[in-house]
């Protein structure tokens, strides 16, 4: 089992920066990717970003040049630095951790952080 905390949402202003935090823990030794989502109020959940044990990553359109992810594997930390922020950014952003664990790959979720931009 892979328990998921998520950290760092707030509320700021157009173009202004955050950055968010997500730790996994308990069995973490078989966790891959490591992954940002996003879910406005009467949207799908959308992926922001991820990035996979050896670094390599994937961004939505919408993140490519404001939006930076990066991972520490000895902690199994994601951070997903977020700049120039708009406000079509706001929603709810939740950590996804991959795990291949046997039997797997297992999906886990944390609660997510809110993250409103508003002037």
């Known amino acids: 089992q892979v328990q998921v905390a998520e950290s760092g949402g707030g509320l700021v202003q157009p173009g202004e920066s955050l950055r968010l935090s997500c730790k996994a823990s308990?069995?973490?030794?078989?966790?891959?990717?490591l992954g940002w989502y996003r879910q406005a109020p009467g949207k799908e959940r959308e992926l922001v970003a991820r990035?996979?044990?050896?670094?390599?990553?994937r961004y939505a359109d919408f993140a490519k040049g404001r939006f930076t992810i990066s991972r520490d594997n000895a902690e199994t930390t994601v951070a997903l630095q977020m700049n120039d922020l708009k406000p079509d950014d706001a929603a709810v952003y939740h950590c996804?951790?991959?795990?291949?664990?046997?039997?797997?790959?297992?999906?886990?979720w944390g609660q997510g952080t809110q993250v409103t931009v508003s002037s």
């Open positions: 996804q951790v991959e795990d291949y664990a046997e039997g797997g790959p297992f999906y886990y």
């Open positions: 308990g069995s973490t030794s078989s966790v891959n990717r």
């Open positions: 990035i996979a044990r050896q670094g390599s990553t």
